[in-house]
Every structure is written in structure tokens, then in C-alpha cells.
T-cell receptor, first 115, second 114 residues
Framework: AQSVTQLGSHVSVSEGALVLLRCNYS??????LFWYVQYPNQGLQLLLK??????LVKGINGFEAEFKKSETSFHLTKPSAHMSDAAEYLC?????????????FGQGTTLQVKP | ETGVTQSPTHLIKTRGQQVTLRCSSQ?????VSWYQQALGQGPQFIFQ???????GRGNFPPRFSGLQFPNYSSELNVNALELDDSALYLC?????????????FGPGTRLTVL
């Protein structure tokens, strides 16, 4: 069965430092891939998604992610962290089979940004 | 443009009771998906409705059921509540339910089962 692994349940960076949040999927066929952000007591907001166009995907708020088929990865990065980036980040896949909108989520990574 | 809305915001029930959660989809969207997010976990897919028909279901028992109405709003019903049903329930709408479609999430309903 398709699964998503987010390495590191908590990541802490200093303001201005590089943000790197890891996501690996398990599938022989590249799925559609999504990164969402969740602020406390709020729903999920889409940061970016990969749908088999360019492998480097740019999203909102300065985030980007690179799809690497050979590594089955879709890591999220941001060159310089802001305090406002502190939130929960969720990686999700849609396996493409069955043509439904079923998203399979990872466990999430909490990003802490230190001043 | 109105986003996805959910009601109520919070709900407290006791074990064995039944609950109905509501979701209004974003304008122009005909597909609604429901997810359960337990504390500290990622959301788990419950089911999806496309044009009033169930279009995919996750690994949840039959006491989790749903409806979609002609205006594409939706309800999630849970019967015989168990303590483990305590979670944030998220509703998401999308244009057509396709695998690459962006799902737009509501703020969720926090259900506590005592």
C-alpha cells in the first residue's frame, strides 16, 4: 500500500536559516505529491503540488520542492526561515489509481523557528 | 469567493451517541472529501463524494456515513461514538475530485467523545 514518510516529527531552525523538511513516498509509479501547511486551530493550506510537469515546484511564501524519482522524495525547502513559518507541515500523495481525490498524508513535521 | 466552511467548530459528545458534522464546499466545486485527524497525526481519508455519490472510501467502519446534497454541501454522520473518534474532522472540496486536483480544506470540527 502507498505510504508517506516524513523524517523528523520536529524540526527547529533559527530565523533566516535554511528550512528543509523531508518527505519520501513508497510507490513504483510516481504519484501526485502535495505539501500543506497547518496553523494551530486552522485547516490545511496548500503550499505546492507536483503533477508531473517540472520537477522543481515553486509554491507560496517562498517554499519550493523538488521531485526526485530515483530517491522517491519530495523534500520541501525555503532559503530563509521567518517566524511566521512556524507551523505543522504535511506531505501528501495521491496514488493516481482509481481517479479519486484520496490523499494519503504523512505524520507531519512541526517546524519551530527560533529568533 | 467563499471558502470551505464547517460547522460546528467544537462538539462534545458521550460514548454511544451519534453526531452530524456539516460542510459547505467552495463555490464551483462538486466534490467533497472528509478526513479524520487524531492529535499528533496526519489526516486519514474517510470518504469522498462526487456529485452526490460516494466515490472512494478509506478504512473506516460503516458507522461512518455521509451525504452530499444537490448544492454539493455535505454531512458526515458517525453513529455509536467511541472514545477513539475524538479528533479534528476536516472537510475538503475540489473542482472535480480528480487525483491531481487541489483540495481546499475547511477549518475543521473538533469532536471530543467522553
Amino acid at each position: 500500500a502507498q505510504s508517506v514518510t516524513q523524517l523528523g516529527s520536529h524540526v527547529s531552525v533559527s530565523e533566516g536559516a535554511l528550512v528543509l523538511l523531508r518527505c519520501n513516498y513508497s510507490s513504483s509509479v510516481p504519484p501526485y505529491l502535495f505539501w500543506y501547511v497547518q496553523y494551530p486551530n486552522q485547516g490545511l493550506q496548500l503550499l505546492l503540488k507536483y503533477t508531473s510537469a517540472a520537477t522543481l515546484v515553486k509554491g507560496i511564501n517562498g517554499f519550493e520542492a523538488e521531485f526526485k524519482k530515483s530517491e522517491t522524495s519530495f523534500h520541501l525547502t525555503k532559503p530563509s526561515a521567518h517566524m511566521s513559518d512556524a507551523a505543522e507541515y504535511l506531505c501528501a500523495v495521491n496514488p493516481r489509481s482509481g481517479n479519486t481525490g484520496k490523499l494519503i498524508f504523512g505524520q507531519g513535521t512541526t517546524l519551530q523557528v527560533k529568533p | 469567493e467563499t471558502g470551505v466552511t464547517q460547522s460546528p467548530t467544537h462538539l462534545i459528545k458521550t460514548r454511544g451517541q451519534q453526531v452530524t458534522l456539516r460542510c459547505s464546499s467552495q463555490s464551483g466545486h462538486n466534490t467533497v472529501s472528509w478526513y479524520q485527524q487524531a492529535l499528533g497525526q496526519g489526516p486519514q481519508f474517510i470518504f469522498q463524494y462526487y456529485r452526490e455519490e460516494e466515490n472512494g472510501r478509506g478504512n473506516f467502519p460503516p458507522r461512518f456515513s455521509g451525504l452530499q446534497f444537490p448544492n454539493y454541501s455535505s454531512e458526515l454522520n458517525v453513529n455509536a461514538l467511541e472514545l477513539d473518534d475524538s479528533a479534528l474532522y476536516l472537510c475538503a472540496s475540489s473542482l472535480s475530485g480528480g487525483a491531481s486536483d487541489t483540495q481546499y480544506f475547511g477549518p475543521g470540527t473538533r469532536l471530543t467523545v467522553l
